[in-house]
């Protein structure tokens, strides 16, 4: 037993020293969503009383469009590409011979995934709050709860694109593809809240476009409804349930 936990503790050292010496991922996953709700957030419209649904500032529904951003980054960009290489280059074929196991690789990126994403998340929330004045979630275990779903369908989806992409290539191809949806879904280019009435029940069914909903409400002082954390664990579900059966070690 000591052998093994040595091994899974080696295994995530060096995985966190590698994922230190990608500076384009972590751009992508720590800065770039603070990035952009900096750069909305100098729009003087964007800070105007009333100028979003429900009497808020459209910079206020952007906190939770960061946050959502962050975690399609890892989700769809960096996760699958990751994963699928170290399949591609026979490591985790390599690692079946050891004590550590390919899984211990697995949960080495998700561990350093989740973190990341919970940087960025803390990271926006802060420069919402201090360079903005957006109020701090206003039902904090509301919001929590939907984050951790919402991160389950994210993660989740990242397994899914890795186990059905033979190579890097094609877990690249298949993010992008991905990634720019998810985007509109998330709210990048229009917040969920403001969207038409039709778009946005239609886009509450998709994982993000439901975990902005869940987010907001949570932001707002409300409970996340049910139906929107129902939406994005049932995502999380069917995306685990491909990447389970779909999953090879090589």
Do not use: N
């Not at 390599?94 to 899984?103: E, F, I, Q």
């Not at 903005?132 to 039902?139: D, E, I, T």
């Not at 290539?169 to 985007?183: D, I, W």
């Amino acid at each position: 037993m000591p052998t093994v936990t040595t091994a899974h503790t080696a295994v995530l050292r060096t995985e966190a020293k590698l994922f230190r010496r990608e500076p384009g991922a972590l751009f992508w996953l720590l800065v770039f969503p603070s990035a952009l709700l900096t750069i909305l957030g100098l729009i003087p419209a964007f800070r105007e009383p009333g100028a979003a649904p429900g009497g808020l500032r459209v910079i206020d529904l952007y906190v939770p469009v960061a946050v959502l951003l962050a975690l399609a980054v890892a989700g769809v960009q960096t996760m699958p590409v990751q994963l699928t290489g170290y399949r591609e280059r026979g490591i985790l074929r390599r690692l079946s011979t050891t004590p550590a196991r390919p899984a211990s690789l697995l949960m080495a990126s998700l561990l350093l995934h989740a973190a990341a994403v919970l940087g960025s998340v803390l990271l926006a929330l802060a420069v919402g709050r201090l360079a903005f004045g957006v109020a701090l979630p206003a039902q904090p275990a509301g919001y929590v709860l939907a984050l951790l779903v919402t991160t389950l369908a994210a993660f989740a989806l990242g397994c899914a694109l890795s186990a059905v992409s033979r190579t890097v290539k094609a877990a690249q191809t298949l993010g992008t593809v991905v990634f720019f949806p998810m985007m509109f879904t998330a709210g990048v280019w229009l917040p969920v809240q403001s969207m038409p009435e039709t778009l946005r029940h239609l886009v509450e069914w998709s994982p993000l476009g439901a975990a902005s909903q869940a987010l907001g409400q949570a932001a707002a002082g409300d409970w996340p409804s049910w139906s929107h954390l129902g939406v994005t664990g049932l995502w999380a579900v069917l995306l685990l349930t491909v990447a389970v059966r779909r999953f090879r070690w090589e």
